[in-house]
């Protein structure tokens, strides 16, 4: 069965780095596939993953990561760079979404304007 697991920013936000990989790391780890809202930091992405090439085994093969952003409006109007500055500022790495699962399930996440594609495939099917 494939499960999704949704973390709103503000069960992450108040924990340190190692805590909040710790914590995505252990849902990945039991299969489930989880959809964090907003972004790690860029040194907390490097040690999910370097963490990850630690653990790999027989049994888990790696992790699948794409960051998600939203598109960002090239304007000239100055009040709206400065809404889109201030707005940044309050909400911190909430903007767009990451999606982290094992990589004996999520095959490849195709990124388009559009639409967003997971492809997945059946662990069981390979025991």
Do not use: C
């Not at 992450?12 to 995505?24: A, F, P, T, V, Y």
């Amino acid at each position: 069965m494939l499960t999704l697991q949704f973390i709103p920013y503000v069960e992450i936000e108040g924990l340190d780095s190692i805590k909040r990989i710790n914590k995505i790391l252990k849902l990945v780890k039991d299969e489930k596939i989880v959809l964090l809202e907003g972004k790690l930091k860029s040194h907390e992405e490097a040690e999910l993953i370097s963490k990850t090439m630690e653990e790999v085994d027989g049994k888990f093969k790696g992790i699948e990561l794409s960051v998600i952003n939203p598109e960002s409006t090239d304007t000239k109007d100055i009040w709206q760079k400065l809404r889109t500055l201030f707005i940044k500022l309050l909400l911190g790495n909430r903007e767009g979404f990451t999606i982290i699962g094992p990589a004996t399930i999520i095959k490849e996440i195709k990124k388009d304007p559009e639409k967003i594609q997971l492809f997945t495939e059946d662990s069981h099917k390979k025991r």
